[in-house]
């Protein structure tokens, strides 16, 4: 479920996804227009921090695999033929031919072994030996003795239980969930990143037109003074100071203009780097205007309880203390109950030359393979094996270093929890002051705006200066510049206060993984 959520993760927006470098319009404008939210698509579709962090959940999912395989059964099946010759080394061997034994084994086998997640191990073989031989106390020229045992060893004290042996696989699945956990927190920060600097394009384009208007009022002014010069009511020096203040203004511009393609450069890189070096990110909508946020302590709280960050840290506390329960383990000394049953069958033909008489046990009617599958006998054992590690030091030391490592770990969700804090907190307080920032900044320009009306007309009437008109120009497109400035860092405030929150995912529409 985790996977299909985590694929479903890059949004509902590829149906509305501009054209880019695919696209051979696109390419040649070298410009893509987008709004913030199709911005965001892009970026979680194809930013490239975000498509490396998605390759860790694949990987931790291969993990549980590993681990589940420990209790996987492993087949085997075998079969070797032997030829053995050697000089008899006893006196009851003295009749082998010139005093050579010789004999031939074919031995095919099967066995099935593995273990249970209760800890218990187990060993199920079946062999079927085959063997021609000239010993001279042979019972048969050709044998046959089938042999199926099952032998079975469950740890009582260290190893005991699925607790204690599924430690490694609990770790895995935990730590898939942490893998995920992390695709979110990094897509929060795409979020985060991509509508700041979205706002930062946008403020960037705005500052650029008034740069722009700012300059085209000044050559406004050099034509009006030219013209009031003619009719002497304006000097050459008003025309000179017009002159220079313009071409201030057209650097301004430059400038602007300047910082407005490394914006949109950063958010190229950002949203899709396979965008051609040069396009123009343009952006469609303005800053969002909210109202002063409220309730500080609510949204801290909320930010705790959803923040992914914390639940991966949770997460990985939970994975500690797993540690710690395998290492409580290791503690223990080993004991190991054993049981083993076996049954095994002999059967034969050609009787051996040192044979007198009936063979014992029936063995006469037995001269096939299937004769000795029939009458095989069982066998069976039990034991206990005790092991006692003296000092036990290293396991008493697994056991202080897991303790310390958990301990280590949840001094780091408190800090993670104050970093949250601290992080709402912050752009709680920015939107506040933004709010009241933004009213007062629109007022310099409705202020800034009615001086230079009155400054124009009374250098019409001949009772102001171009320079007093040109400082009532500069004023206005510096209130208005202020105003674009904290309308922006006002929308990247809300926007740092919703991704605090994680509520970027539900401002997008995206399902995340519980």
Known sequence: MRRAALAAIPLLL???????????????????????EQAVGMALERNLDLQIERVMPKMAHEEIRQAQAEFSPVFEASGNYAHNQRYLNNILEQRADQGIIRENILKPGTSIQGKFTSGTEYQFSVTAPRMESDHPLRLFDTSYTPMASLSLTQPLLRGFGPAVNKVRINQAVKGELQA????????????????????EVAYGQKHADVAQNNLTVALDLIERLQRLKTAGLATALDVSQAEVTAEVRRADLVRAGADLLNAQAQMRILIDPDLPPGTRVVTLESPPEDTAPVD???KIDRAIVRRPEVRLQKSILESLELAERQARNNRLWTLDASAGLSYGGLAGKEIGPGVFGPLPGGLDDRNGFDDALRDAVPSWAVGLKLQIPLGNRDSLAGLETARLKLHQEELRLALFKNQISVE?????????AMRSALDSARKAVELSGKQLD?????????????????????????????????????????????????LSFEVYRMEMVP
């Open 296 to 298: 500080l302590q609510e």
């Open 180 to 199: 995920v956990l992390g695709v979110q927190a990094k897509m929060l920060g795409v979020i985060r990143d991509v509508e700041i600097l979205y706002w």
């Open 424 to 432: 709402v907190e912050t752009s709680f307080q920015e939107m506040v």
């Open 454 to 502: 009155a400054e124009t007309r009374n250098l019409d009437a001949g009772r102001s200066t171009a320079r007093r008109v040109l400082e009532a120009q500069d004023n206005l497109a510096g209130a208005r510049n202020f105003e674009l400035r904290t309308l922006a860092n006002f929308a990247g405030a809300r926007t740092r206060l919703l991704a605090a929150q994680a």
């Open 14 to 36: 590829a149906a509305q996804l501009p054209a880019t470098a695919a696209d051979p319009a696109a390419t040649e404008e070298k410009t893509v227009s987008l709004t913030v």
